[in-house]
T-cell receptor, first 112, second 113 residues
């Protein structure tokens, strides 16, 4: 089964709202954790990452903290913009392996 | 600079036919990945190349799927005897090293009728 589970979408928010997209993972050892984003008409691109427990990845106002005790890497943003509308994918890469495994994606729509 | 390029962007084929999908990675990227993304799902890993060799092909669903990277740059994903269930977007990604972020192409949308 899939070892990365994301919050079901779609998610629709108003501009300036607070965003949380939940992500949990299963893996042995200490995987690296990622959030990728796919804007309309574009390829997936890295948003942020964290490689060890308690690390916080951040980019473009988004943050996610690697929580080993809860095996989670939830994505947050304090004030979303219309331009944040996209599909967000959580991913994990097991230590020593190259395969990056993704969750099912969460479609986010921000209304003005 | 140029990103990962995938051709064709769309491919429609009949059930039972053979197809080839091409990926041009970013110049100098030694690692290359193929993923498959079905509607409403996340990308599903197929195969990973380091240089010319397939370092991990554990995601290929069956022996109808095969990929090559003969000179360590361009890669071709080959699907024999296509089935309707093969319809999906096939994504290619490359990276500078095994632990670096992946750079994705826009994908090839394959439709098997």
């Amino acid at each position: 089964g899939n070892s990365v589970t994301q919050m079901e979408g779609p998610v629709t928010l108003s501009e300036e709202a607070f965003l949380t997209i939940n992500c949990t993972y299963t893996a042995t050892g200490y995987p690296s954790l990622f959030w990728y984003v796919q804007y309309p008409g574009e390829g997936l691109q890295l948003l942020l990452k964290a490689t060890k427990a308690d690390d916080k990845g951040s980019n473009k106002g988004f943050e996610a903290t690697y929580r080993k005790e809860t095996t989670s890497f939830h994505l947050e943003k304090g004030s979303v913009q219309v331009s944040d509308s996209a599909v967000y994918f959580c991913g994990r890469r097991v230590q020593g392996a190259q395969k990056l495994v993704f969750g099912q994606g969460t479609r986010l729509t921000i209304n003005p | 600079g140029a990103g990962v390029s995938q051709t064709p962007s769309n491919k429609v084929t009949e059930k039972g036919k053979y197809v080839e999908l091409r990926c041009d990675p970013i110049s100098g990227h030694t690692a290359l990945y193929w993923y498959r993304q079905s509607l409403g799902q996340g990308p599903e890993f197929l195969i990973y190349f380091q240089g010319t060799g397939a370092a991990d092909d554990s995601g290929l669903p069956n022996d109808r799927f095969f990929a090559v990277r003969p000179e360590g740059s361009v890669s071709t994903l080959k699907i024999q005897r296509t089935e309707r269930g093969d319809s999906a977007v096939y994504l290619c990604a490359s990276s500078t090293a095994s632990d670096s972020p992946l750079h994705f192409g826009n994908g090839t949308r394959l439709t098997v009728t």
